[in-house]
């Protein structure tokens, strides 16, 4: 029959449950629409996030260059790495610029969309301008022969150590910004989603009211009602005056509880859902459980008051929170808290220190002679070289303090309640005997190594960048010092 043809109310009906059904799907799609944003701008903080590495990886090629040519030795290996880390670090710029598709962290292809807020494209054009010379300078260094080399190098390696940290400071801010931008971004998403659901809600009790209306007037009070909640996709259920026990159920909620047509009626809702652990679970006859969100409205009927529960089986929606929870903040491979994570509790650390008037200190670790395991062994090998090495950083650790992965071969770490530069120097000197320790694996012994530079909250940095920064200058210094050692930042007055 036309719509034009029902009765007047008959069609407010039809008009509210097909309003009812499009919220629900504009609910869903908001969803998914924030998974797939999140997961697609958590591309862009990861790749600015490497930036940083590649640039501090070009710094150490253009050393290992010229160690080379003074010690006479092939420059093969390192001009292939200049050559690939250049490239790759030009790529992933350019795509924040004007957008273009780049190598992603496990080797495939993504697109990066360029960046569109002023302050972030700010961040990009300054980076552009330090970067656009130093590109020139490491493309004229690999068509150089052996002659335009020895010209050619040490401009270029000084260039690099005029303006590495420099560098090093504008990714940083740019995977801040973008990590800003994320928030408020799933935080404007979740307040559609909110307004969307409230519009849904109202619009079902809407729904409600026009029943109630229909059944008033034809005297058919339960086919109605049936009707109605029959035809609602989410679980429904009508409780008594008591907001007790269950007088009314529709086929959905008969599924989503494990439970035979019309057996929900007489159950008390307390044998359905229960509070476990702080969560909300449903309960199936065969013990099984599944968390839930409810929304409970009063109505009246003919002078009756009853409540209309609504739940909301929420599986799918917690399992997408907890993987993308664990894709922003914790490492694929090591399972460590990454670079975001490890940012969030140094600024909580760095809170507690000054409200208790302790110290804290952050080492940033890097790996020595990790490449040659990945040349001569493979990929393989080395990612689990990293766990391997994982392990031994939590062992050297109190269960309070905190060890991530910062990038690559890379680690931070934060001690809390240091008594001094003495404390945060035994951990230090403990890190580097434990990476200096072979490592066995799949019947083959590797030895490594590592640099460690160590900052001080807040006798030599009080903000996070300035930790992190200056525990980076004091690893790049003990790296220049001959690895397999540790230094303590050192500020330019002292």
Not at 3 to 32: E, I, K, Q
Not at 171 to 193: D, H, K, V
Request: charged residues 25%; proline residues 3%.
């Amino acid at each position: 029959m036309p719509l034009s043809h029902l009765p007047r109310l008959s069609r407010s009906m039809v008009v509210a449950v097909s309003l009812f059904l499009l919220f629900d799907f504009a609910a869903l799609g908001l969803n998914v629409w924030m998974s797939v944003k999140i997961e697609r701008e958590a591309v862009g903080i990861n790749l600015a996030g490497r930036q940083r590495m590649l640039s501090q990886r070009m710094a150490k090629v253009l050393l290992q260059l010229e160690d080379a040519q003074r010690a006479g030795e092939s420059l093969a290996e390192p001009m292939q790495e200049l050559a690939l880390t250049s490239e790759l670090f030009d790529q992933t710029l350019q795509g924040f610029w004007e957008g273009r598709e780049t190598e992603g962290g496990q080797g495939e292809r993504v697109y990066l969309a360029p960046v569109a807020q002023p302050h972030t494209r700010q961040l990009v054009a300054q980076a552009r301008e330090i970067w656009d010379p130093y590109r020139e300078l490491s493309r004229g260094v690999l068509v150089s022969d052996a002659a335009q080399l020895r010209e050619r190098l040490p401009v270029v390696v000084a260039y690099a150590k005029a303006h590495n940290l420099e560098l090093l400071s504008l990714m940083n801010a740019l995977t801040t910004e973008l990590e800003a931008l994320t928030r408020r971004e799933a935080t404007r998403i979740r307040w559609y989603q909110g307004i969307t659901f409230t519009l849904a809600l109202i619009n079902f009790v809407g729904v409600f009211a026009l029943y109630q209306r229909r059944i008033r007037r034809a005297n058919e009070q339960h086919d109605l009602l049936d009707e109605v909640i029959h035809k609602v996709a989410a679980c429904v259920m009508v409780l008594d005056e008591d907001g007790v026990t269950v007088i009314k159920s529709n086929h959905t909620a008969e599924r989503l509880f494990g439970r035979e047509p019309g057996a929900l009626i007489g159950v008390r809702f307390d044998q359905l859902v229960t509070q476990r652990g702080g969560d909300t679970v449903g309960l199936r006859p065969d013990g099984s459980t599944f968390p839930v969100a409810i929304e409970r409205h009063a109505t009246f009927l003919h002078g009756r008051r009853l409540f209309v529960e609504t739940v909301h089986d929420v599986t799918e929606q917690r399992r997408t929170e907890a993987h993308l929870t664990g894709l922003a903040y914790h490492d694929a491979l090591t399972q460590l808290p990454n670079r975001l994570l490890f940012d969030d509790r140094l600024r909580m650390e760095m809170a507690r220190a000054r409200r208790h008037g302790q110290q804290l200190a952050v080492l940033f670790i890097d790996l020595d002679r990790f490449k040659g395991v990945n040349d001569v062994h493979g990929h393989e090998m080395g990612d689990l070289l990293l766990k391997k090495v994982a392990q031994r950083l939590r062992d050297c650790l109190r269960e309070s303090d905190t060890v991530s992965r910062r990038g690559g071969d890379e680690f931070t770490v934060i001690l809390g309640d240091v008594h001094g530069s003495d404390d945060a120097a035994r951990v230090a000197q403990s890190i580097v005997a434990q990476m200096d320790a072979p490592f066995h694996i799949q019947n083959v012994s590797l030895h490594i190594g590592a640099s460690v530079g160590i900052c001080l909250y807040p006798a030599q940095a009080r903000d996070v960048n300035a930790l992190l920064a200056g525990a980076d200058e004091a690893m790049y210094r003990a790296k220049m010092m001959g690895r397999g050692t540790y230094c303590f930042h050192k500020r330019d007055e002292d």
